[in-house]
């Protein structure tokens, strides 16, 4: 017979793999948003140090709301809606260090400036504006994950260092640069707007529905790229196309959808539903 203490033990080690199973999707439901946060903060307040974190709030109004990320380093999370909404933006802003930084890490995080703001634009759209930024030349450990939250997101550009970035429910295009984070677009809404995608070391998932468009341009060094094409009108006759490039075209579009990876996959899916493609059903 085993003793209680063995058994409570592995189930905390069952418990704590399918957490981390859940939080490594990356996905965009309540169970596995709220698993990958208490991975995320629980590793850093054991192991490294954190900042002050940042709740803030944004009225509704009409229109999209479009989204500027600026991140010396961190995850960058931008989830909208699969379905018409209305409601506040939310924006949550957690300065944090990385694991063995050392407690210098915490006058660091002191340093950590951070500006947010919503400006109208002349169509009727709205622009979140996020800048995170150090005045500390040495502050190299340090870093701010960023979580929007908006019914109604637009277009999304992103810019950080050592972080992933996550687009979920957008309906303007993408453009995303980072290292050490894959990135990861996966919307239902028609995407018919130019996109482009810069990483290294990181995969890529690009992962739309058939009634969007697309005129792509894929390379990857050290990595491979996949296709998964089920619906709307692909075509890719290029004699460029290789297992490492990809010139295509999806329902004749003209938009550009670049996509650049070192050391990683590229996977371009077309699907009925992204959203299918979530937590444990791959194409």
Known sequence: MQHPVAIVRRAAVA??????????????SPLE???????????????????????L???????????????????VR???????????????????SEVDSGFAATTQLDTMKWDAQMKPQPDGSRLLEITIA?????????????????????????????GRVLVVDNRGGVVAKTTFGDVRMLTPWPVLEPCRID???GDVEWIV????????????????????ARYGRWIA?????????????????????????QDGDVSVIVVEDPHDTGTFAKP
Not at 15 to 28: R, T
Not at 87 to 93: A, D, P, Y
Not at 240 to 256: E, M, Q, Y
């Open 15 to 28: 418990l704590g793999l399918v957490v981390a199973a859940l939080a490594a999707c990356e996905g965009n």
């Open 33 to 55: 948003r709220h698993a990958d946060r208490f991975l995320r903060e629980g590793g850093d307040g054991i192991f490294g140090q954190t900042g002050v974190t940042q709740n």
């Open 57 to 75: 709030t944004f009225p509704d109004a009409s229109g999209l709301v479009h989204v500027r990320v600026r991140n010396l380093q961190g995850d």
């Open 78 to 96: 931008i989830r909208g809606s699969r379905r018409e909404a209305q409601g506040e933006t939310m924006v949550r802003l957690r300065p944090n």
């Open 134 to 162: 150090t005045e500390d030349p040495k502050a190299w450990f340090v870093r701010c994950e960023i979580e929007v939250d908006t019914p109604r997101l637009g277009r999304v550009d992103v810019l950080t260092d050592h």
């Open 199 to 201: 990483v290294k070391d």
């Open 209 to 228: 529905r058939g009634e969007s468009s697309g005129k792509f341009d894929c390379e990857t060094i050290g990595g491979k790229i996949n296709v998964y």
């Open 237 to 261: 006759v290029d004699p460029r196309n290789d297992h490492d490039s990809l010139a295509a075209t999806l329902n004749g579009g003209t938009n550009p959808v670049v996509v650049r990876a």
